[in-house]
C-alpha cells in the first residue's frame, strides 16, 4: 500500500500553446486580436489602486453582475461569474452532474468536458456527430439516452458549427429532469444565445465568456444564466469551494468592458468579416470545413495532411491548432486573427501548397 493509491489521478486538459516569442503569429488558442474596450484601461490606469489588494475581493463580484444585469436585463440572482468559463463550467459539473446516468456531450467538442467528468468521477457518453460534423439532437432526448445531464458548445468547438436555438430547446424539452449546459464561448461571431430561453426553463445553464468577443482572455472572466434557484445552487458550491474566486481587477476591468458595447460590437463585426474573407480564400488553396461561425475556421487540405501543415505552418512562425485525434486528425483549427495576420497565413499556405502538391 502506497499513498499513492489514493491520488486522485486525471489525465488533464492540454491548453494550447503559450510561446514567449512576441513575434509569432498565434492562431491556436481562438484569443481576440483586438486589445479590450478603452474603458478598460482607463480604470486600468486610473481606477485601480495598487493598495486596495491587501484586502480581499468582493466575494459576490457585485460590480461585475450588476454590469451583467443591466447589459443582458436579467436580475443579478440569475447570473453566476466565475474564472473564465473553465471554471463556470467546473462549477456547473460539480454541482449539477450527480447521477449514476452518463451525462451527454458530442464525440468531437470542447476537451475539457471529459476532463472535468473524470475529475468528478461523473460517468459520460459521448454521442457522435455526423459526417458533417452536426450534432444528431434527438439521441439527447432523455427517451433516446436517459442521462443525468446535458453539455452542448454552441456553436461547437473546435468544429465552428452553430445550430438552431430551436433545435437545442427540443433537448432541453425532452430533458426536464436533467440540466442542460449550453457552452456559448463563441456566440457573439454571428450565432443566436439560448439566453431568452432561461425565462421558460428552469433546468437550462447558459454559459458565456470574456476571453473571445470581450477580447479578456487574461482577465480569466466568465458567466452564466440560469433559473434563480439554479443559479443559488451554483452560488453554494462555489462558496464551499472557494469564495473570492473573482479578484479585485477582474471585477473592475469586466465592468467597464461590459458598458462599451460600440466597442464590441465593432471588433466581432470585423473578425466574422476577416472570417468570411478568409474562408474564400481557403477554399481558392483546396481547403474544405464546416460553415464557421464562431472565431475561427475548422479546415483541412484535399491534398496536405493537417500534421504536415500544422509543423511547416509552426516551423515558419504561425501556430494553428491540431489534434492527432480520431476524426478529426486531418483538420486544422485556425483562429481569425487582425487581416494582416490572416494575409501572412494565406501567403504562406499558397507558397507552401505550391511548392508540395
Ligand atoms: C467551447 C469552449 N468553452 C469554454 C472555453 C473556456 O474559455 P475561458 O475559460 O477562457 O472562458 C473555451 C476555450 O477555448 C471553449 O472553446
Redesign the pocket.
Known sequence: MSWEENVRKVVPYVPGEQPKDKNIIKLN??ECPYPPAPGVRDILENKLKYEDFRLYSDPEAHALVNALSKYYKVPEDQIFVGV??????SMAFLTFFNSDKPVLFPDI??S?YDVWADLYRVPYKRLPLDDDFKIHFEDYYAENTPNGGVII?NPN??VGIFEPVSEIEKVIEHNRDSIVIV?E??IDFGGESALPLIEKYDNLLV?Q????SRAM?GM???YAFGSKKLIRYMQDVKFSFNSYTMNRPSIELGAAAIEDDAYFKDICGRIIKTRERVKGELKELGFTFPESRANFIFAKHEKISGDELFNALKAAGIYVRHWNADRISEYLRITIGTDGEMDKLIAFLKEYIEKNK
Open positions: 488558442t481562438n473564465g468559463s473553465d471554471d463556470v463550467l467538442t470542447y475539457f458548445a468547438a473546435p457552452d464561448a463563441y454559459v465568456t470574456f476571453s473571445k482572455a480569466r472572466i466568465g
